[in-house]
C-alpha cells in the first residue's frame, strides 16, 4: 500500500434520525485511524434530494459529539480535502464522469424511463434477471453529442466489463469475486447532474486520500462497482473492510421496528455515552481477558483489525442496561447529580411543562407524582384501557402502527405539525375523535388526565413518544 498516511472516514447520507450503526462504524473507525497515528473525517453524503433531510446533518454531528468522538476533518471543522458535503462537490464528479466519457469508458445513455420500464417488464416476463439492456453502450459519439445539443436528457454510465471475474480483498472476509456478467452498467452520473452513490464515493475517498474504507457490510455487494470505477480511474485502491451488521435478538438486521436505533434515543433514555461507546466496543469485538469495562483509550490500545469478528453482533438492551448500571455506580457524586439535574430535570423542560402543570398542582408535592411519565422512559400499559369500547386489541395495533409509520417521517416536532399528521391519519382511518386521542394519550402518558396531548407530545419529544407507542404495540399484540 502505498498511502503515506492511515486516513479512515465516515459518509453517513443526512436522511434521518442520527443511527446507532453510524456510531458503530464511527467508533471503529476512530479507534483504528488513533492506533496508527492517522485521521478521522466525517463527509456528509446528502447527493439522493429525494431522502434528504435537512435537520439530519445537524443532529448526526451533535450526537456523534455527544458521544465523545471528535473527527479531524470534516463539514463543522473544514480541512484541506474539502469540502466536506458531497452536495458542494457536484462539479467535481461530474468532470470525473465527463472524464470517463472521454476515455470512452463511460457513455451517455438517453434511455428514458418509460423504456427502461418496458426492458424491465419484457425481461421479467421472459424470467431472465433484471437490468440495462445497454441500449445506448455503443452509440456514436457524434449521434450522442447531437441529442445532447438538443438538450435530451441523459446520463452517464459506466461501461463494465462483459466477462471476466472483479475480486477484492476484505481484510475481514479475504477475497470476494463477482462475475462481471452480473454487473449492470452502473448510472454514474443523474440527469438531474447529480452524481449518484457509487461515484461520488469513489471520487471523494480518492481525493480525500482515504487509505482504509471501513463500513457496514450492506456495502459489500457495492464494492465490485467501486473495484471497477478506481481501476477506470487508474487510481490506488484503499483498504475495503466491512464490519458486520448490528443484529436485533432475533439475529435479523437492527431495525427500529424491534431495537430504538436513534442516538437521541439512548441519550434521552439516559444511557451515558461513554456506556454506549463501550457497549459498542463489543459488537464484533473483545478486549480480551473476560474484560467488558473498558474506555475508548483502553479499546485503541489494544485494537487490531484481525480482533473482529464476522458473527452478526446482537444490540441487546438488556446488556446494555447492565453496562450502564455499572457506569452509573461508578460516577463521582457531582457528576450523577448533573445529570439529574440537568439532564433529567432539564429547566428548559421544567419551563416548558409549567403552564401546562401548575393548575393540576396544588403543592410541590404532587409535582412528581402527577408528570411522572415526563421523566419515565417505559409505561405500564397493564393497567389502563387503552382499547377504546367497541374496538379490538388488534384494530388498535394497526392505527398504533400506522401511526408510527407516519410520526418515522415526520421531521417537524411541533404543534402545527404533529397536530395536521394526526388528523390526517385519525380522518383517513375514520376513527372518532375520541376514541384516536383518548388511546394516544394513554399509551404515551399512561393517564387520563395528562396535560393536553400535543402540549405534552412536543414535550416528550419524538424519541420518548415513538418509543412508546412501539412498545405499546408490543403490548398490544403479545
Ligand atoms: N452514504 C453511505 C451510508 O449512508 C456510506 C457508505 C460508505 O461508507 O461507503 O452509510
New binding site residues.
Partial sequence: MSFDRVRVR????PTGDPHVGTAYVALFNYVFAKKNGGDFIIRI?DTDQSRYRGSSEDMILRSLKWLGLSWDEGPDVGGPCGPYRQSERREIHAAHAMQLVDRGLAYRCFCTAARLDGVRKEQREKGQTTGYDRHCRDLPVAEAERRMAASEPFVIRLKMPLSGVTKFDDALRGTVEIENQRLDDQVLLKSDGYPT?HLA?VVDDHLMKISH?M??EE?ISSTPKHVLLYEAFGWEKPVFCHLPLLRNTDHSKISKRKNPTSLRYYERAGILPDALLNYLGLMGWSFGDNIEIFNVEEMTSRFELKGIHLGGPIFDQTKLNWLNNQYLQKLSDDRFVSLIRDQMFAPEILKALRPFVVERMDRLDQFVDKNSFFFNGALQYDAVPLVPNGKTAAELATMVSELVERLDEEYEWDMEHLKACFDAHREAIAWKPKDYFMSVRLIVTGRKDSPPLFESLVILGREMVRFRLRDALKFLRQ
Fill in positions: 465516515i459518509a453517513p447520507s453524503e452513490y464515493n474504507v463500513r457496514a456495502w
